[in-house]
């Protein structure tokens, strides 16, 4: 694995993470308590679409593209995956810190750890299980 290809990777994760962040927060403004349960089901099921299809082409990109193994794309995935659930957790840490009808402030603190590892571990296994079964496919690694 050489430089420009660590940094590929490193790139899309850090972009697909972001986008992770993104579509969670958008579509958890989008599902708010105003809206009609229909409508909250709506868009909950559009942000696991929108996130299910990030996933998708993240290990798509990693295996056509970058030509990695099928550990090495499941370990970029779930990077992806922890670094968005990280960024939420931040994000609700400090709206119960600025809420004071949070508490305990403990809980949304303990979230910085567990939300990357609880979403982590189940999108590296699922990610090495599709990873394997796109090794059938040739890879095409584009030259520059």
């Known amino acids: 694995m050489g430089a420009p290809n660590r940094k590929s990777w ?5 972009l697909v993470g972001v986008v992770y962040f993104g579509v969670g927060f958008v579509f958890a403004a989008l599902a708010n308590p105003a809206v009609s349960l229909e409508a909250r089901f709506t868009w909950r099921l559009a942000a696991w679409v929108v996130s299910g299809a ?12 970058l030509g990695n193994s099928p550990r090495a794309t ?24 600025m809420v004071p009808s949070h508490a305990p402030y403990r809980r949304y603190s303990l979230a910085l750890v567990v939300w990357p590892i609880v979403t982590a571990v189940p999108a590296f296994l699922v990610a090495l299980a599709l990873a394997a079964l796109l090794t059938r496919f040739p890879k095409k690694r584009l030259e520059k």
Do not use: C, P, Q, W
């Not at 490193?10 to 850090?14: F, L, N, R, V």
């Not at 990030?54 to 593209?65: L, Q, S, T």
């Open 10 to 14: 490193i790139s899309a994760a850090i």
């Open 54 to 65: 990030a996933y998708a082409a993240h290990i798509g990109y990693e295996h056509f593209r």
């Open 74 to 97: 499941a370990l970029h995935a779930a990077m992806a995956v922890a670094l968005g659930a990280f960024l939420l957790a931040v994000n609700a840490t400090m709206h119960a810190a």
